[in-house]
Structures are given as C-alpha cells and as structure tokens.
C-alpha cells in the first residue's frame, strides 16, 4: 500500500503572494514559498500566526483571498476542486488535525478508515483491502468495532491518521502532529513518520515543538507575527539561530536554548 509516490518536475507547491483573513482579521500575509516533493516540512511559529490556516489552504479546505496556490503545476481553486480534478487532488493530498475528534464522525473505527475510499469512488474488494491493511498497519484491527469516540486520545490520533493512509496520498498534512499526546504515543508517531519519509512521502507538519522540528525536519518555514514568512531554511541552521526564534516567539530566552539540533528548551 505504501508505493512511493511518482517524481514531478519543479516544487509540489508553490505559494506566490498568498493572503488569507478571517473577516477582518489577518491570518497570512503574501507569503511566497515552495515546497518540494520528498521534504518534511516543518512550519514552525507562534500561536496565532497562522501555521494552521497554511496547512488548510494547502488541502483546499480554504482558499486565499489573494495570491495563488499552484499543486504540481495546477492551480489549486474553488472552482479547480469542484470538478473532476477534485479526486485526484483528494487522493494525493491528506491531512490529519490537531484535534482528533474534529475528524472522527463515523459509528466504528473500520466505518472511519472506510470512508475516504468509499468517497473516492473505489470499490468494494479495493475499500475492504485498504481498510483492513491499513488498520493493521497501525495496529487498530483489535478496536476496529469500537465506537471513535470511546478511544484514548492516542488511540483516535492513529484513527486520524488511518483515515488519512488508507488512500496512500503522496502528501501528508499534519497540524501540531504531536498535540495531547503522551511520550509513548509521540515516539510511536515519530517512528511512523519515519517509515512513511522512506517511503518517499512528503510532510509538511505545523508545530512550535523544536524538539519535534529537530528530530524529524528537513527544512522549516518560519512565521513571524506579522503573519509572513519571517524566514525558510535547513533545519540545523534555524534552530540554531537562536536570535532568529527569539525575533519570532518561539523562545522566551535565547540563552535557554541548545545551539545543537534537536534543541530543546531547560525550563
């Protein structure tokens, strides 16, 4: 199930001048950005400056009020995800929430996982082999009759993230991956995301952990308070620019903060 996705030529994503409020209220602000096949991603910034609202216009669950968002050399609108095209969009596109229990509304787990297949138009046998491998994939066969909502919150985030592998998107979303989870859980998805990037998937994950940026991240797109791009780079060299982070609110103390990848802050 987890076939490595084809190769395209030039960014996956590219982001030109894009703006998005909510009525009044500025959420992004003309950012300019590309993001490449094969990247884990991190979006990193404070709250409040917009990191979400960037992984919803990227799955065309919103759309920008200015600027243009092209996916794979396509412009990705209202008008472009409410024909055809939508399919193979929503197939190559997936995104787990913050909060599991915004995207669990089925009787049963199996009835969860199901569902975006069935919406995709595959067939029976094809929506079967699916569900029952990706449930065993994350090993969820044992709760696959239980009620979504009776689970842990551990167990509805490997729920969340079924619904999202069960079609094999070649890009996964995922808003602060790591949210109410305990250290067990966390290593468990770090471990996961680790298979899947061997895989040749692209992540692109909204976060303010520089733990988790450090262990898992490629490249990160920084967000400043203005609701910009306050500035995009490898890894190891934002983390280790700790005035960039203090400029942007992800640290309180510049000297509270490993130069070292992988940071983490001594409070």
């Not at 929503?90 to 569902?115: H, I, K, M, N, W």
């Not at 929506?127 to 842990?152: F, K, N, Q, W, Y």
């Not at 067990?184 to 995301?193: D, N, P, S």
Request: proline share 5%.
């Amino acid at each position: 199930m987890l076939s490595p996705p084809s190769s395209i030529e030039g960014p996956l994503y590219k982001l030109s001048g894009v703006s998005f409020s909510y009525g009044t209220v500025p959420a992004l602000r003309g950012i300019d950005i590309n993001l490449n096949a094969g990247e884990t991603i991190a979006v990193l910034g404070a709250n409040g400056t917009g990191k979400s609202t960037l992984l919803k216009l990227l799955n065309g669950l919103l759309f920008p009020d200015s600027g243009s968002i092209v996916f794979k050399g396509r412009k990705i609108t209202e008008e472009s995800l409410s024909g055809a095209y939508s399919v193979e969009f929503r197939s190559s596109v997936g995104f787990v929430f913050s909060e599991p229990d915004v995207q669990l509304f089925c009787a049963t787990v199996y009835d969860e996982v199901a569902f975006g297949p069935l919406q995709l138009g595959f067939g029976p046998d094809e929506v079967a082999l699916r569900t029952e491998e990706t449930l065993e994939l994350l090993g969820l066969t044992g709760l696959s009759d239980r009620t979504p909502h009776s689970l842990s919150s551990g167990e509805k985030k490997k729920v969340a993230i079924a619904t999202v592998l069960v079609t094999n998107p070649a890009v996964i979303l995922m808003d602060e991956p790591t949210l109410g989870l305990d250290p067990r859980t966390q290593r468990w998805l770090l471990g996961l995301i680790g298979v899947l990037k061997a895989t040749g998937k692209t992540f692109i994950l909204s976060t303010h952990d520089l733990k988790l940026v450090g262990e898992i991240a490629d490249r990160v797109v920084l967000l400043n308070e203005a609701n910009s791009v306050e500035h995009t780079g490898d890894t190891a060299t934002i983390l280790a620019d700790t005035k960039l982070l203090f400029k942007a609110n992800i640290i309180g103390d510049p000297a509270a903060v490993s130069t070292e990848v992988g940071a983490t802050i001594r409070l």
